[in-house]
């Protein structure tokens, strides 16, 4: 049929994107059902019109607050207005395409192309959509202003080795308190995976296909919690501190020139606190960063493209070659973030752009003066962070 031709002049956008669409997106799609991610109307009523923009200010409504007074017939009865919040939100927004030459069908020894690039296009922009929001992540844990950073402070649980069965719990009771079992999904590197699985302590989940194959997924559970194994997880190569005698346990001079030392200036990155100093010990090893997020914490919406998907065809280069290009805008905002905009080159932002702590805030209220402002409860922001050694 002319549908499923790899051809300019016989594609189908609405086929190829329902043939893209119900191919299963399964980190997304579980992402979804543990309800991290959350639709936000008023995301969509500002960005998603015809009037839209690439970025903007969303307002939150503040809660109730102060005390109430004694009432005994004599004293005054005070009161107080709630404050505004303001959140911003940017689109991000990528593109790309795919080059085949000639007829697909030769190609791929008869394989039903379309079938095939659309299947590939959904996982192509699941893992694109992940690598977003570790870059927000990543961004969110680098903020530079002084909310910021005590933010980042209480969100932050450093294991001295790897991460046990309290480990979890710990940390998102620390971020936390008493909202802790509203976190729902980890991200974590497989080698932390590893190790936790030789503790028994994670459950692989199964995908039952239309055949009723049933077989385990890269996702599995800890304490009732997702969890995504990636490898894209930050995992940095360093030196921790150390005691003389500890395994491979190196010392610290300034030449490092015999065995079992190393030189001072060679010792980076650091993980001990402050600067490391001569005849000090350390150990090298990798620092892994392990993400833990709430329900409905991140808002998502999926504002589209004019033309998301198209082909088109060069019938001179190569003899004769179809490309298929493909576009999204999307939004990722984490509750009780801001984005500031404060380093952004273009009207979409780049990962190392997302990367970027001067670009995230903590909500608050909007006075120019940092002293004047009011800021969202930071227990209310169900994000933390875990560095461990695996």
């Not at 997304?28 to 009523?45: Q, W």
């Not at 019109?49 to 005390?67: K, N, P, V």
């Not at 085949?100 to 394989?111: A, L």
């Not at 905002?333 to 997302?354: H, N, R, V």
């Amino acid at each position: 049929m002319a549908d499923n031709k790899f051809d300019a002049k016989s594609f189908n956008p609405q086929a190829f994107k329902y043939k893209a669409d119900r191919v299963p997106r399964v980190r997304l799609n579980e992402m979804r059902k543990s309800r991290v991610l959350t639709g936000n109307p008023d995301i969509r009523a500002v960005l998603g019109s015809q009037d839209g923009t690439a970025y903007a200010r969303i307002a939150m409504r503040g809660l109730l607050d102060g005390e109430a007074v004694n009432y005994d017939g004599q004293t005054d009865i005070t009161a107080t207005n709630t404050k505004t919040f303001e959140q911003g939100v940017v689109v991000i927004g990528r593109a790309k395409a795919w080059v085949e030459r000639d007829f697909s069908y030769d190609i791929t020894g008869g394989v039903d192309f379309m079938d095939n690039v659309a299947a590939q296009v959904a996982n192509y922009w699941e893992d694109v959509d992940q690598d977003t929001i570790l870059a927000i992540l990543k961004g969110v844990f680098s903020m530079t202003s002084k909310q910021g950073q005590a933010f980042v402070a209480k969100h932050t649980l450093e294991v001295a080795g790897p991460m046990q069965a309290t480990t979890l719990n710990t940390a998102t009771a620390k971020a936390c308190g008493d909202r802790k079992k509203n976190f729902a999904l980890v991200f974590m590197h497989s080698t932390v995976a590893t190790n936790l699985e030789n503790l028994n302590l994670l459950t692989a989940l199964k995908f039952t296909d239309k055949d009723g194959m049933t077989r385990d997924l890269s996702l599995y559970t800890w304490g009732g919690k997702l969890v995504v194994v990636d490898d894209g997880m930050p995992a940095v190569d360093g030196y921790f501190p150390a005691a003389e005698g500890d395994p491979g346990a190196l010392k610290v001079t300034t030449e490092g020139s015999e065995d079992g030392e190393i030189k001072k200036d060679d010792a980076k990155p650091y993980f001990g606190d402050g600067e490391v100093q001569e005849n000090a010990f350390v150990v090298p090893g990798t620092l892994y960063t392990t993400y833990t997020l709430g329900e409905g914490v991140l808002s998502f919406e999926d504002l589209g493209a004019k033309v998301p998907n198209e082909m088109a065809r060069d019938p001179k280069t190569n003899g004769g070659q179809d490309t298929l290009y493909t576009r999204q805008r999307k939004v990722f905002a984490p509750f009780g973030i801001s984005y500031e905009k404060k380093s952004q080159a273009s009207l979409s932002p780049t990962d190392a752009e997302l990367e970027n702590g001067a670009n995230w805030d903590i909500v608050h209220s909007g006075e120019d003066q940092e002293q004047d402002r009011s800021y969202i409860a930071d227990k209310a922001i169900l994000i933390c962070r875990i560095l461990s050694r695996g």
